[in-house]
């Protein structure tokens, strides 16, 4: 497990997806995106948890709690509130820059909610 340091700026995509991916990831990928954006294309292995419902109070899915997150949004902006949010709580959380337009415009999988290749809304 890695902790990020203060100082650390925004990930890249190539650092979101290194930190995120392979057989045993050393940090949650949480999409802050709304269902219906979530719905359209998301990336493979990522865990959904929208903005509105975190700043309402409501709990990481269990899967992402008490591990690193790295937040990712659309384009970036909604990814630092909600990494922001998650730190003033305790979580070790960094936002990626860029959000999932950078990830599909650097070619990396972006799938629907049922699996098949998907699209940033």
């Known amino acids: 497990m890695f902790l990020f340091r203060k100082s650390e700026q925004r990930l890249s995509i190539d650092e979101a997806r290194t930190r995120t991916s392979g057989d ?40 992402a709690q008490g591990r690193p997150l790295v937040v990712i949004c659309r384009s970036g902006h909604r990814s630092q509130q909600a990494a922001k949010l998650l730190a003033e709580r305790g979580a070790d959380a960094m936002d990626v820059k860029g959000g999932m337009n950078a990830w599909a415009a650097a070619g990396f999988p972006v799938v629907d909610e049922r699996g098949n290749s998907g699209s940033i809304a």
């Open 24 to 63: 045993r990831p050393e940090a949650v990928l949480l999409d802050v995106r709304e269902r219906p954006e979530w719905k359209a294309g998301h990336a493979p292995g990522a865990v959904h948890a929208p903005l509105t419902g975190l700043v309402a109070g409501a709990a990481l899915p269990e899967v």
